[in-house]
Nanobody, 122 residues
Framework: QEQLDESGGGLVQAGGSLRLSCKASRRAFTYEMAWFRQAPGKEREFVAS????????FYIPDVEGRFTISRDIDNFMVALQMNSLKPEDTAVYYC????????????????WGQGTQVTVSS
C-alpha cells in the first residue's frame, strides 16, 4: 500500500557507501522528490531534493559533495547515492514528495515513505 517504498539502507563502516532507492507510485512521483533523515533524539531534517526535470538539485551543506540525488522519470524512482559516509549520517532516511515548490525547501511534502535505516559505524 506504500506509495513511496524505500530500500537500500544497512550497516556500513565509516568511509563506505550506500545507495538508497525509492520506488514511487505514479501519483506520489511529484514535482519535487526529496530525501529526509531523522536521527534518534533529533528532528527530521531535509537532506536533498530534485525537481521534475532533474536539472535542479538541492543539498544541505553537510552532505554536499558526498551525496548525489537522482531521478528516473521512466521508472518513477528516486535514488540517493551516499559516499564517504560518516557516523553522523546514521539515521532513518525517508523518501518524500511534494506537488510544487512552495515555502521552504523542507515544507509541504504530501507523500512519505516508511523509511530505511542507515547505520554508519566508526
Amino acid at each position: 500500500q506504500e506509495q513511496l517504498d524505500e530500500s537500500g539502507g544497512g550497516l556500513v563502516q565509516a568511509g563506505g557507501s550506500l545507495r538508497l532507492s525509492c520506488k514511487a507510485s505514479r501519483r506520489a512521483f511529484t514535482y519535487e522528490m526529496a530525501w529526509f533523515r531523522q536521527a534518534p533524539g533529533k528532528e527530521r531534517e531535509f537532506v536533498a531534493s530534485i525537481t521534475r526535470s532533474g536539472r535542479n538539485r538541492f543539498y544541505i551543506p553537510d552532505v554536499e559533495g558526498r551525496f548525489t540525488i537522482s531521478r528516473d522519470i521512466d521508472n518513477f524512482m528516486v535514488a540517493l547515492q551516499m559516499n564517504s559516509l560518516k557516523p553522523e549520517d546514521t539515521a532513518v532516511y525517508y523518501c518524500a514528495g511534494r506537488s510544487e515548490s512552495r515555502g521552504l525547501r523542507d515544507q509541504f511534502y504530501d507523500y512519505w515513505g516508511q523509511g530505511t535505516q542507515v547505520t554508519v559505524s566508526s
